[in-house]
């Protein structure tokens, strides 16, 4: 399994997990999809981004990055959302499956957007993590 993916499969698993979270946001509204949700509020599994890491030593370290999209039709509700995921994230120790470690996870940024409908707030939400791959 690719590092990126065990890393969202890692994600996923913790916020299904966290009791905090899914008082915010239903299980069956946290998957993995792109464009705009069909149910509020949801969590969608976005993009993706593994960079190598330049200072590692073994040369198996990676850089890998999760985008999150948050969609609700409240901004408050939103930014809860997004701390939810801070709070279930950092800290954290994430199981890699296919024998990737992921040394750290931090959230490097959250950002809410307002929706040019005047109803629908988006927040992004980027997921950081250090991972060792799998030889």
Request: aromatic content about 4%.
């Amino acid at each position: 399994m690719a590092p990126d993916r065990a890393l969202q499969r890692a994600l996923l698993a913790r916020f299904l997990a966290e009791p905090a979270l899914l008082a915010l946001v239903p299980a069956a509204n946290i998957i993995d999809g792109d464009g705009a949700p069909q149910r509020f509020p949801s969590i969608l599994f976005g993009e993706g981004q593994a960079v190598r890491e330049p200072q590692s030593l073994c040369g198996r370290e990676r850089r890998l990055y999760a985008t999150l999209h948050v969609w609700t039709k409240s901004a408050p509700l939103a930014r809860d959302i997004a701390d939810g995921i801070v709070a279930a994230v950092e800290g954290a120790t994430l199981p890699l499956e296919g024998g990737h470690r992921a040394v750290t996870a931090i959230v490097s940024s959250s950002r809410l957007l307002r929706d040019p409908d005047g109803e629908t707030s988006h927040g992004v939400v980027t997921v950081e993590s250090l991972v060792e791959v799998a030889r």
